[in-house]
């Protein structure tokens, strides 16, 4: 796990930055969590899937869909949608439960081992995933709309390796 304790800069991680590039995308960065926490992406999908999820919601029926799309062998459990959301399991327990009882997921025995329950996405919970991912793909689109189409194609690049980055950084606090 990486470790940030303020102290490392980007030379001695092996690239040039300025201040003033770093500074202006630090800046960026707390801007665009702001501004994005603005975007109603409840109310859109409770526009389009009828029902009001929490943001909670959706990211556990995403963990449990993405785990199923890149191991579809896998059984998901718990255990499987902390790790997923990089949360505690007893975080990760309260908000499955919260999941299953709004609909979105349903338990079932595990196939190898009857201690264990697995979790499977209700039909209500593939067609929140599915709203999500349009609504997401749909603020991509209006964001970037403008965009050369190499640059759109090299920020989702980028975009995608800083959220894997940042998901496999330690922040001392």
Do not use: N
Request: hydrophobic share 35%; aromatic share 6%; net charge negative.
């Amino acid at each position: 796990m990486k470790q940030f304790d303020g102290m490392e800069s980007a030379e001695t991680q092996g690239e040039a930055m300025s201040s003033s590039e770093s500074t202006q995308a630090g800046q960026a960065l707390f801007h665009l969590g702001r501004m994005l926490s603005r975007h109603s992406m409840r109310e859109q999908l409770s526009r389009s899937t009828g029902k009001t999820p929490d943001l909670s919601q959706v990211l556990v029926t995403e963990a449990v869909a993405t785990t199923r799309a890149e191991q579809p062998d896998q059984e998901i459990t718990v255990g499987v949608v902390a790790e997923r959301l990089t949360i505690d399991p007893s975080t990760a327990s309260r908000l499955v439960a919260e999941t299953i009882s709004a609909g979105y997921l349903t338990r079932t025995p595990s196939q190898t081992d009857s201690r264990r329950i697995c979790l499977e996405l209700t039909h209500a919970g593939e067609v929140l995933v599915e709203q999500a991912h349009r609504y997401q793909q749909s603020v991509f689109g209006q964001i970037t709309h403008q965009w050369p189409e190499q640059e759109r194609q090299e920020f989702a690049r980028l975009l995608v390796k800083f959220v894997a980055s940042l998901a496999e950084t330690h922040f001392d606090e």
